[in-house]
């Protein structure tokens, strides 16, 4: 076990279809933004236009590198369809050593 590996994340964010989510999860991994994306389906509670909403939503958490965040951020808002879609950031401070691997050779391939 790989452990206080910070130089990696997972970047998480959400859309109100799926197909919109797995389209974002795609470009991204081929653009090499991502070495990886899941999807799956959610139910969010947030306040939003003077109420509290309650919806499904589709959760995309990508895993990356942390010098990629930026370019990630940028990516997803630019195609994002939410007046201020949810584009967060989570530290890895531990796992499978391999796969820590691979998520950096994947990306590495970036640009």
């Keep these: 076990?790989?452990?206080?590996?910070s130089e990696l994340l997972v970047v998480t964010t959400t859309h109100d279809e799926?197909?919109?989510a797995?389209?974002?999860?795609a470009d991204v991994v081929r653009a090499r933004l991502a070495a990886c994306a899941q999807v799956y389906r959610i139910q969010s509670v947030y306040w939003w236009d003077g109420e509290v909403q309650d919806a499904a939503e589709w959760r995309t958490d990508f895993k990356t590198r942390?010098?990629?965040a930026d370019a990630l951020v940028e990516f997803i808002g630019a195609r994002?369809?939410?007046d201020t879609p949810e584009v967060i950031?989570?530290?890895v401070v531990a796992g499978s050593a391999a796969y820590?691997?691979?998520v950096r050779a994947e990306t590495?391939?970036?640009g």
Excluded at 1 to 5: E, G, S, V
Excluded at 22 to 25: E, H, P, V
């Design 100 to 102: 820590l691997d691979w």
């Design 1 to 5: 076990m790989a452990t206080n590996d």
């Design 89 to 91: 950031a989570v530290p």
């Design 108 to 110: 590495a391939q970036q």
């Design 18 to 20: 799926e197909t919109k």
């Design 22 to 25: 797995r389209t974002l999860a």
């Design 66 to 68: 942390a010098e990629l």
């Design 80 to 82: 994002h369809e939410y």
